[in-house]
């Protein structure tokens, strides 16, 4: 395998490209302070964790053994019951949501699921490949769930079963539902065949270290939890962890003899190089790692919403998230820090990656601009 000399060149510009454009983004989760240079070798293998991870395979070329201690990890990190949990490593939060609706729909098929508006756009689709019935509820205007919303519309429909999508941080405003509010008042109409979802894409690895504890794992009622690996941890392939409780999972497995395996996933070959990221980011930052970043993207979020405010930018963010929210920006300053816009608002998200030197940097160049006009 080899290139002639225009390809060659083509993909070194290409390369040093993505340098660049790596390390100028601000508007987007991700996180690129990662050195993964120990896994390098394994790029040489056709690693594919086919099936349950937790199963038995005939195929062996795979890590699946290493992808069940993340799940373990997550599990634990996420407060599932003891021995009831389940989950595997998919390519990302969209996955995930998909795997945790498609167990939610096989456990009632009738249900109605609820989600706010400010759900991720993914999940419309996914509701429309899984047919399943849905009703959007209202935010308020820092884009958490409006309960009184979701209040009287579960009233009018307590006799089907509900399927909850709440959202751990909203991609836009990084707003947070509160689970046990959201299980108090299913309780309250005592509808009894109810599924929640938590939706953590960003702050799944960031909620556990946090004071106080937002209200989202499965000791506050979810049923299954999902994260992007490629978010606030970080890797070079998109990927994601869902888990969610055994017995649900138990209840709609089914065996195929061609693995000799279950197939319990969404796909039948699955990444088997980015459950070694994610085995390889817990272990060597361990929870001190973990919670050291945590602070760090708050410290930076802080020193931002301060910053702007003094430049007389109307910025703020929702308590204790990454994300500080602005009025839209130039069109210049949009392109070159790569600031997601929607609705007259954008967005810093402040990774682990980024310091105060780059909000520094911002401020400036935002304040030239606003003196330019
Ligand atoms: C990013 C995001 C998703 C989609 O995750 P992918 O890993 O990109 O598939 C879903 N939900 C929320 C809240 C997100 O922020």
């Known amino acids: 395998m080899s290139l002639n000399a225009h390809q060659q060149e083509k993909l070194k510009i290409f390369i040093k490209d993505i340098h660049k454009k790596a390390t100028s983004f601000m508007g987007y989760p991700i996180s690129t302070d990662f050195n993964y240079q120990q896994l390098k070798e394994l790029i040489n293998f056709p690693l594919n964790n086919l099936g349950d991870p937790f199963a038995k395979s005939t195929w062996q070329v795979d890590s699946r053994e290493f992808e069940c201690e993340v799940i373990e990890f997550f599990a634990k990190l996420l407060r599932a019951p003891e021995k009831d949990w389940w989950g595997y490593v998919t390519n990302g ?20 699921c609820y989600f706010s508006k400010e759900t991720h756009y993914s999940v419309a689709k996914n509701l429309h490949l899984l047919n399943m019935r849905h009703i959007m509820i209202r935010c308020d ?14 009233k009018v429909n307590r006799d089907v079963p509900a399927i909850i999508f709440a959202n751990s941080g909203t991609t836009m ?32 690895a960031i909620n556990p270290f946090l004071t106080p504890r937002p209200s989202f794992d499965f000791e506050d009622g979810a049923d299954s939890v999902s994260l992007s690996g490629h978010k606030f941890i970080g890797s070079p392939i998109p990927c994601g962890v869902v888990v969610a409780r055994k017995s649900n999972v138990d209840r709609i497995a089914r065996s195929i003899a061609y693995i000799g395996c279950l197939d319990t996933t969404i796909t039948g070959s699955r990444n088997g190089f980015t459950p070694m990221v994610l085995w ?34 109307k910025a703020w963010r929702n308590p204790n998230a990454i994300t500080v929210v602005l009025p839209a920006v130039p069109e210049e300053i949009k392109q070159k820090y790569q600031l997601a816009t929607a609705n007259g608002m954008t967005h810093i998200i402040c990774m682990p990656h980024m310091n105060f030197s780059d909000i520094d940097a911002f401020t400036s160049a935002l304040k030239l601009d606003m003196n330019d006009l």
């Open 93 to 112: 939060s969209t996955e995930a949501n998909l795997y945790a609706l498609y167990l939610a729909r096989e456990l009632y098929p009738n249900g109605i």
């Open 141 to 154: 205007d820092k884009g958490v769930i409006d309960y009184d919303d979701l209040r009287e519309t579960l």
């Open 173 to 204: 405003t990084e707003a947070k539902d509160d689970i046990k509010k959201i299980r108090t008042i299913l309780d309250e109409f005592s509808i009894s065949k109810s599924y929640i979802h938590s939706d953590a894409a960003l702050c799944g």
């Open 280 to 313: 390889y980011a817990i272990n060597s930052l361990g929870l001190e790692g973990l919670a050291k970043r945590v602070l760090h993207s708050l410290e930076v979020a802080k020193y931002t919403e301060i910053q702007l405010q003094n430049i007389g930018i």
